[in-house]
């Protein structure tokens, strides 16, 4: 970006960078006050995609582009003239192409990095698959889970919510298990059970009810989950034996509280993921998202035992993908060490009620209009 003026700019292709998992880098060079400096960077620099933030004359993404053969991307900076940034950017000479977004548009410029680098990256392209397709999402997981931080009355890393969907949270030494806790019998659980991996006092009956909330921690990973016990945890170093008992006992107590509101809002909160992260004083803080990405919700209206559940959460997604044949297609790739396969684009009608089903979780478990 050309000056600090232009941060809050670089702030919205930030928080996409962000959730799409692409690492980037932020300077403040000017085409005007330190060509020499900016001449350095660019030569040297291993960025495989630029984003130039610049107003008025907007120099900065021409002179970019006419020394990197990599890709640019020129925002424009609205200001007294608004068009001189623009057509400063899209009547560049032959031979210097730059491609602009609207202004001040810094959100539009981290997808469109991000869609450059998809063409090289299968994992950037399945994250922007999913980013895209289910409008709202990600302002829904950042309200409720801002709404969970503040009702929970636990401690917790948010610092404050920023626009819509961008938190700010205090850095965590994260712990590297995940805490789940289930009420009802279903997904994994049902299926280690009906496998005889695991042994639960109960029938195996699909969805049923547990005795008691149950802890079933996995293994956190980019790649797949798995179930971890809690003699393995200790073994592993992550946890001592009290640090354990203590996530333990916090999962199961934000699980009771979350169900008791789930059950006033009419659904029924089967599990629920969790992450904790230690603080500078070595506390255990409650950590990451907590929404419709991290929990199981069901209609208590439509709720029967032995059978598959109607669910407000991204589970139908699940389903869907299930159906057409990528689960497998993704199980075997994993098992064979090879690249995460793509997955297909999802129908319109099944984004469109996803969405909507976030929104209806979001305004009924908080009373709020989203």
Do not use: C
């Amino acid at each position: 970006m050309g000056s600090e003026n232009d941060r809050e700019i670089a702030k919205k292709a930030e928080t996409i960078l962000d959730k799409l998992g692409v690492p980037y880098e932020t300077k403040v060079l000017s085409s005007h006050r330190n060509h020499k400096e900016l001449d350095k960077y660019v030569e040297t620099s291993k960025a495989d995609v630029f984003i130039t933030i610049a107003g008025l004359s907007a120099a900065l993404p021409g002179f970019v582009a006419s020394l990197s053969t990599k890709p640019v991307i020129g925002v424009p900076v609205s200001g007294k003239l608004n068009l001189d940034s623009i057509l400063a950017i899209v009547q560049l000479p032959s031979g210097v192409p730059v491609g602009t977004v609207g202004l001040d548009n810094g959100t539009n410029a981290g997808l469109l990095a991000a869609q450059i680098l998809a063409l090289s990256d299968l994992e950037i392209s399945k994250k922007l698959t999913l980013y895209r397709t289910i409008p709202r999402k990600g302002e829904v997981l950042a309200k409720l889970a801002a709404f969970w931080f503040n009702n929970l009355n636990t401690p917790h890393h948010m610092v404050r919510l920023e626009d819509m969907n961008r938190m700010v949270v205090r850095k965590l030494k994260m712990i590297p298990v995940e805490a789940v806790v289930r009420g009802y019998l279903y997904g994994s659980l049902y299926e280690r059970l009906t496998k005889h991996e695991i042994s639960i006092p109960i029938e195996p009956i699909l969805a049923a009810k547990l005795p008691e909330p149950y802890f079933d921690p996995t293994t956190k990973s980019d790649v797949k989950d798995e179930p971890v016990t809690v003699e393995q945890i200790e073994e592993e170093g992550w946890l001592d034996p009290e640090q354990l008992e203590t996530v333990k006992k916090k999962t199961v107590e934000i699980y009771n509280k979350m169900s008791v509101r789930a059950e006033k809002a009419g659904f029924i909160l089967a599990d629920l993921k969790l992450e904790f992260g230690f603080d500078k004083q070595e506390n255990i803080v409650l950590a990451d998202s907590i929404g419709p990405d991290e929990f199981r919700l069901w209609p208590k209206a439509d709720y029967v035992p032995g059978k598959t559940q109607e669910s407000y959460d991204k589970q139908p997604i699940r389903d869907w993908l299930g159906k057409v044949g990528y689960k497998k297609t993704l199980d075997e790739a994993r098992k064979e060490g090879r690249p995460t396969p793509r997955p297909p684009d999802l129908p319109t009608d099944l984004i469109q009620e996803t969405s909507r089903r976030y929104i209806i979780a979001y305004e009924r478990l908080t009373g709020l209009k989203l």
